[in-house]
């Protein structure tokens, strides 16, 4: 007797999927013209095709039930959105993919991020600290870090994960730093 084993992605793996899906497309209208039509959409659409449509099912319900997705029907239509949940735990998923784009050539700026997290948000704190570190950031003072290229959105990606304002987190852009040495060094700037 021989046996078959299938590797079967998680279902976290499956709401990620879907999480992303509707993360990036933003709010989703499908026309609905039979029972099954999110799963054939989603099949359709997106990475899922690999999913069985019970699968699919599932996972889109628990979604539901747990608060990450909003399903409302308006004239024969169906929007599909994520509730602010869902959008937290698709920006999470985001989070870990984050990273910040090395240019061919150097625009001679550097992006200054200055944070002032109160310690009743320390988690917080060390979190974006680590995940700064993560993302190529010289850490110039405790809550001053530096880089040198582009990072306009990350921040905004990091600022709206940690739910931070811009009075907690804020990037400014510097054409000179006094003795800038370590920073070109760090960067490999003379090297662009």
């Given amino acids: 007797m021989g046996y078959k084993y299938y590797f079967k992605k998680p279902k976290s793996e499956i709401a990620k999927d879907i999480l992303t899906w509707v993360f990036i497309g933003g709010a ?5 013209t039979s029972p099954y ?6 099949r359709a659409r997106t990475k899922l095709k690999k999913y069985s449509n019970k699968r699919i099912s599932d996972t889109f319900t628990n979604l539901r039930r747990g608060g990450m997705l909003n399903v409302e ?7 599909i959105s994520l509730t602010r949940k869902g959008r937290h735990r698709a920006g999470r998923f985001q989070i870990d993919y984050l990273e910040i784009q ?9 992006r200054v991020l200055i944070f002032d997290i109160s310690h009743k948000k320390k988690i917080k704190r060390e979190a974006l ?8 950031f010289y ?4 809550s001053v870090w530096v880089h040198a290229f582009d990072c ?4 905004a990606l990091l ?20 003795d800038d040495k370590r920073l070109r060094e760090f960067f490999k700037l003379d090297i662009l």
């Fill in 159 to 178: 600022r709206d994960f940690f739910g931070l304002t811009s009075d907690e987190l804020n990037l400014m852009l510097a054409e000179k730093i006094e």
């Fill in 139 to 142: 850490p110039f003072q405790k």
């Fill in 28 to 32: 989703v209208i499908i026309a609905a």
């Fill in 102 to 110: 090395k240019p061919k050539q150097w625009d001679r700026k550097y």
């Fill in 73 to 79: 029907t308006r004239n024969n239509q169906i929007y």
């Fill in 37 to 42: 039509f999110v799963q054939s959409i989603l």
């Fill in 129 to 136: 600290r680590g995940k700064l570190r993560e993302l190529g």
């Fill in 152 to 155: 306009q959105e990350e921040v």
